[in-house]
């Protein structure tokens, strides 16, 4: 079955770094476009960051273009997030997110919490 798992959430002070990881399994991973998505109390999921299969193409909602840097190493199976210049608005659940036959899968979430 597929499966998602985030990890490399916490605390961090605004200015701060902090990279995210999301092991993937149960489906050919090399294959798949990857997301971040990101959640907040009271708010609708966000997408965050997109990654082709290949890497070839990476695409960024703008409240994080320059800051956050997606990547994947397809012979682990996972999909990175690099995220520098943190700000208090980061703050939120990341979610690791894969569409396989028009259905979505979804990992349990990492939480990042930016604050000093």
């Known amino acids: 079955q597929v499966q998602l798992v985030e990890s490399g959430g916490g605390l961090v002070q605004p200015g701060g770094s902090l990279r995210l990881s999301c092991a993937a399994s149960g489906f050919t991973f090399n294959i798949k476009a990857m997301n971040w998505f990101r959640q907040t109390p009271g708010k609708e999921r966000e997408l965050v960051a997109v990654i082709t299969s290949d890497a070839g193409t990476t695409t960024y909602a703008d409240s994080v273009r320059g800051r956050f840097t997606i990547s994947r190493d397809n012979a682990k199976n996972t999909v990175y997030l690099q995220m520098n210049t943190l700000k208090p608005e980061d703050t939120a659940v990341y979610y690791c997110?894969?569409?396989?036959?028009?259905?979505?899968?979804w990992g349990p979430g990492t939480q990042v919490s930016v604050s000093s």
């Open positions: 997110n894969v569409i396989i036959h028009g259905r979505n899968y």
